[in-house]
């Protein structure tokens, strides 16, 4: 895998979905802290909101893909996942949660990263990475935006005009 492409609460937006698709190269591989399809809330009246189409296209990337429910999801939607799973990649081990939960002992893990907030964070504390890439459609501060871990970098990144908001060195 080259790089990890880290989102979360696109809440069911195809059109937020196709751009976080387009990010995706060669052996990339997806993230997604939780909120992916908002079935629970979802705005059904809105054309954009699609979560049918993004689960059949989530079913069918062929990169490797880590995904956990977020509280607006439904698991019976997309069945067969979790609230917490850990992954990982190159010399790090992550954990992925979507927020709305206690985090477990987290001494075995080098990064955490959780959704649910919709303000993307990136903080360094007690030797841990916390990481948080905000949403990409629905902001609550810093703009719409997605992470990528790439080259022992962490970076969050606005998706509308792609410029870096926040950068740490691993």
């Known amino acids: 895998m080259s790089k990890l492409i880290i989102t979360a609460d ?7 979905w196709n751009k976080i698709k387009e990010l ?19 705005n059904f009246n809105d054309s954009d909101f699609q979560p049918e189409i993004i689960k059949n296209d989530l ?5 490797n893909t880590y995904y956990v429910y977020g509280n607006c999801d439904q698991e019976k939607f997309y069945p067969g996942h979790s609230r917490q799973t850990s992954f990982k990649f190159g010399n790090y081990t992550l954990f992925l949660n979507h927020g709305h ?5 987290l001494t075995d893990y080098d990064i955490i990263i959780e959704g649910h907030s919709h303000i993307a964070k990136l903080n360094s504390i ?18 719409p935006t997605y992470a990528v871990l790439e080259n022992q970098t962490i970076r969050i ?3 509308e005009n792609n410029q870096t908001r926040f950068h740490m060195e691993l």
């Open 157 to 159: 990144i606005n998706i």
């Open 126 to 143: 007690m030797g841990k990475v916390f990481l948080n890439p905000g949403s990409p459609i629905l902001p609550r501060e810093n703009g």
């Open 101 to 105: 939960f206690h985090l477990p002992d």
């Open 10 to 16: 696109i809440h069911g937006s195809l059109s937020t």
């Open 59 to 63: 079913l069918a990337l062929s990169c």
């Open 24 to 42: 995706l190269n060669g052996d990339d591989a997806l993230v997604i802290a939780g909120d992916l399809f908002d079935t629970i809330y979802g």
